[in-house]
């Protein structure tokens, strides 16, 4: 049954036209960031108003065929488009701004919107390719939600996020959270850099896996993985930390920009005790895996 959405009537104006041989159809995209940002586009050669927001032709972009089935496979929608001509940034999808954005397709007579919207497809951001001037984003279905595991795993490590109520450990207090500033030694590929850091700890790979957010630059907000981390001495008995994030910044930091960071977890029972001293590790070190399982008597 189709359903027609913010019709003027109960939606057979809309259906009938559906039904004629020449049609005025376009199709409208909402997509709402998980911050809170919204943007709407159409295919229509003209900007629409549909249910009090503006859908923008400027934003064009170019969708594949929907796909529908009544059984629970996934179905998925790509759609490509260009940076800037569409509200899609280069530097969001690589900060990860669009991760899991929620993503409506509707149907509408662009020459009586009144009539309403015919539902066509919801999903979310999936995998992104990204190209030099444009994108292809995978739509996932809201069905693809039912194919993902959920609940514990039994592991040697935790699975646990760090300063997650289970774990227990402040990450937000003042003896893990520190701040500073970048030294210089910016790589090319935009992905390694020196830092200074406020009272910070001088074991090497304290902040392995940690976050680094930074307060300005166009960067502003964003939280950074970090990869590896290294304390270097110098000769006066200072020092400084060269890090290496997972990616690179769709940005290049400036020598001075200041931010705050944070420890990073490996999973470990060692990790937890020593570095935390935190008693709610989470995962199972003495658990036979597959591979001892396997061997057992054959010894």
């Known amino acids: ?43 229509h050669d003209k900007n629409l108003t549909y249910d009090g927001e503006v859908y923008y032709s400027k934003f064009g972009y170019n969708p594949s065929a929907i796909r529908s089935s009544a059984s629970l496979a996934v179905d998925n929608l790509s759609v490509e488009g260009f940076f800037e001509l569409n509200g899609v940034l280069r530097n969001d999808l690589i900060a990860g701004r669009f991760d899991g954005a929620l993503c409506d397709i509707f149907l509408v007579n662009w020459n009586d919107v009144s009539m309403g919207a015919l539902w066509l497809k919801s999903g979310y951001f999936g995998s992104v390719d990204i190209s030099d001037y444009k994108y292809t984003v995978d739509f996932l279905d809201l069905t693809q939600k039912l194919q993902q595991e959920t609940g514990r ?36 590929s935009k992905d390694t850099f020196s830092i ?30 970090i990869f590896r981390e290294i304390y270097e001495q110098e000769y006066d008995d200072s020092g400084y930390h060269s890090i290496t994030l997972f990616l690179p910044f769709p940005f290049v930091p ?38 001892q399982a396997a061997d057992y008597g054959t010894g």
């Open 1 to 43: 049954m189709k359903t027609v959405l913010n019709a003027s009537d109960d939606g057979t104006l809309f259906l009938n036209h559906l039904a004629q041989d020449r049609t005025t159809l376009a199709r409208l995209v909402r997509i709402e960031r998980l911050d809170g940002v919204v943007i709407c586009m159409t295919t």
């Open 153 to 188: 795993v039994i592991q040697p490590g935790c699975d646990l996020k760090l300063g997650c109520e289970l774990c227990g450990v402040d990450i937000a207090s003042a003896a893990y959270t520190k701040t500073g500033t970048i030294t210089g030694d910016i790589t090319p």
């Open 196 to 225: 200074t850091i406020s009272e910070g700890d001088t074991t090497d790979g304290y902040y392995n896996f940690g976050i680094i957010t930074f307060d300005s630059s166009p960067g502003g907000g964003d939280n950074w993985l």
């Open 254 to 291: 400036s020598v001075g920009d200041t931010f705050t960071i944070y420890p990073g977890c490996d999973g470990t029972l060692q990790t937890c005790n020593n570095k935390f001293s935190n008693d709610s590790f989470q995962g199972f070190p003495h658990a036979v895996t597959e591979e």
